[in-house]
C-alpha cells in the first residue's frame, strides 16, 4: 500500500469517526428528563383486542383511571403469575366466597333456558334484571335514592361463551385465562357500565389501545 | 506521526465502546422535590450495562432481594418480551386531585411519571434492558 492509499484510508477512518462522535454528541445533549417529547399512541395493531377500564369521577376531585391492556398479553401473562389465589390462569374460589351456591349448576341452567328474563325484583331501593339475551347475560341493577342524582345503575354484560369458559375449570376454580381466550375472539363488547352520583365506571373491549373517546 | 495512529486507535476505541454502550438505548430517571430545598436527582446510563452491573451484586443481595417471590423473575421477562410488541401505549393513567401517574410505553421504553404536589419522578426504561436484566437475574438467582 503507497502513502496516498494510505493517507485516504487515515482520512476516511477519521471522517467516520468525526460523524460517530457527533451522532454520539447530539445523543448525549438530550437532557436526561423529562422523558423526551411524546408522540401519540399509535393506532393498535390489526387484530389486537384490548380490554379497557375507565373511571371518571366527579366534581371536585375528578378521579381519573384509565387502563388499556391488550388481552393478549394478559393471556400471555397471567400464566406466569403463581400467588394463593392465582395459578396457572385460574383463580381457586373458597367455599366462604361460593356462599354454599354451586355456581356451576345456577350456569347450567342459564345457559340450557332459551333467552327471557330469569330474575326481576323491584322494589322502593332496588330494580333487579337478570336475562339472557342472544346469547349474552345481562345484569342490570338499579339502587333507587331520594336524590336522583345520587341513583345508581350497573349493567354487565358477558358473553355466555365467556362464562361457560370462566367455569371451565373445576369446581372451585375459575379459569381466567381461558375466559380471556374467548373473550380475544369476541367483537367490541361493552361490558361493565356504573353509573352514580360520585362516578362513571366502563370496562369494554375493542380493537383500539386507546380509552379516549373517538 | 505515531502519536496521531494512537490517538486516533483510542478515540476509535472510545466511540466504538460508546455506541455499543448506548446501542440500546438509555436507562433515564428524574426526581425533583418540589421544596425550597428540595433536591433533583438525575440519572442517565447506557442500557448495555445495566444487566452487567448486577455481576456486581453479591449473591447474598440478590438472595434476599427475591425471597419469598420466586415469579418476579419471569413475569418481568415474559412483560418486557410481550410489551415489544405493541405500539406505542397508554397502559395505566390514574389522575387523583393533584397526583397523576401514568405508565406506558414510547419507542421501545417503559416510561412511568409520577406527579405529586411534593415530587416528580419520571423513569424511562428501554425494554430490551428489562428483558436482559430479567435474564440475567434469573441466571444468577438462587433457583438458577
Redesign the interface.
Given at each position: 500500500m503507497n502513502k496516498l492509499s494510505r493517507t485516504l484510508a487515515?482520512l476516511a477512518?477519521?471522517s467516520l469517526?468525526l460523524l460517530?462522535?457527533s451522532a454520539?454528541a447530539q445523543?448525549a445533549k438530550q437532557p436526561?428528563?423529562?422523558?423526551?417529547p411524546?408522540?401519540?399512541?399509535?393506532?393498535?395493531?390489526k387484530g389486537?383486542r384490548w380490554l379497557h377500564i375507565r373511571v371518571d369521577g366527579s366534581a371536585p376531585?375528578?378521579?381519573?383511571?384509565?387502563?388499556?391492556?391488550?388481552i393478549?398479553?394478559a393471556i400471555?401473562?397471567l400464566p406466569?403469575?403463581?400467588?394463593e389465589h392465582l395459578n396457572n390462569g385460574r383463580v381457586k374460589l373458597s367455599a366462604q366466597e361460593m356462599h354454599d351456591a354451586d355456581l356451576r349448576v345456577i350456569i347450567d341452567a342459564v345457559r340450557s333456558s332459551k333467552d327471557g328474563e330469569f330474575v326481576t325484583v323491584q322494589s322502593n331501593e332496588h330494580d333487579v334484571r337478570v336475562a339472557k339475551q342472544g346469547g349474552t347475560l345481562l345484569i342490570r341493577v338499579h339502587e333507587k335514592k331520594a336524590d336522583k342524582k345520587e341513583a345508581t345503575h350497573v349493567e354487565v354484560r358477558v358473553p355466555m361463551k365467556v362464562v361457560d369458559a370462566l367455569l371451565s375449570a373445576g369446581h372451585d376454580e375459575l379459569d381466567v385465562a381461558a375466559a380471556l381466550n374467548v373473550l380475544a375472539a369476541q367483537g367490541d363488547t361493552e361490558l361493565v357500565t356504573v353509573k352514580d352520583g360520585e362516578q362513571t365506571v366502563r370496562i369494554w373491549l375493542d380493537g383500539r389501545?386507546?380509552s379516549e373517546e373517538l | 506521526m505515531l502519536l496521531a495512529k494512537i490517538a486516533?486507535g483510542i478515540?476509535?476505541s472510545v466511540?466504538?465502546a460508546?455506541?455499543y454502550a448506548?446501542h440500546e438505548g438509555a436507562l433515564?430517571?428524574?426526581v425533583?422535590e418540589h421544596r425550597p430545598d428540595g433536591a433533583h436527582f438525575?440519572?442517565?446510563l447506557p442500557a448495555a450495562i445495566v444487566p452487567l452491573a448486577v455481576h456486581a451484586v453479591p449473591r447474598q443481595e440478590l438472595e434476599n432481594a427475591f425471597r419469598g417471590d420466586a415469579?418476579a423473575l419471569?413475569?418481568l421477562r415474559?412483560?418486557s418480551k410481550?410489551?415489544k410488541n405493541?405500539?406505542?401505549?397508554?397502559?395505566?393513567?390514574?389522575?387523583?386531585?393533584e397526583e397523576h401517574v401514568r405508565v406506558?410505553t414510547?419507542?421501545g421504553?417503559l416510561?412511568i411519571?409520577v406527579e405529586t404536589p411534593q415530587e416528580?419522578v419520571?423513569v424511562?426504561c428501554p425494554l430490551e434492558m428489562i428483558d436482559d436484566l430479567a435474564r440475567e437475574l434469573e441466571v444468577r438467582s438462587p433457583a438458577a
Open positions: 487515515a477512518g477519521a469517526l460517530a462522535v454520539l445523543s436526561p428528563a423529562p422523558p423526551p411524546q408522540s401519540a399512541p399509535a393506532p393498535a395493531v389486537d376531585k375528578k378521579e381519573m383511571v384509565r387502563v388499556n391492556l391488550p393478549e398479553l400471555k401473562v406466569a403469575i403463581h400467588n389501545n386507546s | 486516533l478515540g476509535g466511540v466504538l460508546g455506541v448506548f433515564r430517571v428524574s425533583q438525575s440519572l442517565f415469579n419471569p413475569l415474559t412483560l410481550e410489551l405493541y405500539p406505542n401505549s397508554d397502559f395505566v393513567e390514574v389522575r387523583d386531585g406506558r414510547r419507542d421504553n416510561q411519571d416528580t419520571h424511562a
